[in-house]
């Protein structure tokens, strides 16, 4: 595992960053090592709508998951998080 967990971090930001030029207030929510398949798995999440109340309500923020290669730094997937 080359990449740390700061480094796994920035580079899903700057990849959402760029698919989503519109996320604004985009928050770290969860970040884990994967030993099995040597990835980071980073949830991130932005904000819907300004004008919401309570910006940090489920109801107004999306959720992405980005896998990380812990070797090469290459975001190699991108899905929407689903909460049940």
Do not use: C, H
């Amino acid at each position: 595992m080359a990449l740390k967990v700061q480094e796994a971090s920035k580079l899903a930001a700057d990849y959402l960053s760029v698919l989503t030029p519109s996320a604004e207030r985009v928050q770290l929510e969860e970040i884990e090592y994967s030993a099995v398949i040597d990835k980071w798995l980073v949830t991130l999440s932005y904000l819907i709508n300004e004008g919401d109340e309570n910006p940090f309500a489920l109801s107004s923020r999306k959720y992405k998951i980005f896998t990380i290669d812990a070797s090469s730094g290459e975001v190699t997937a991108m899905k929407i998080r689903e909460f049940k």
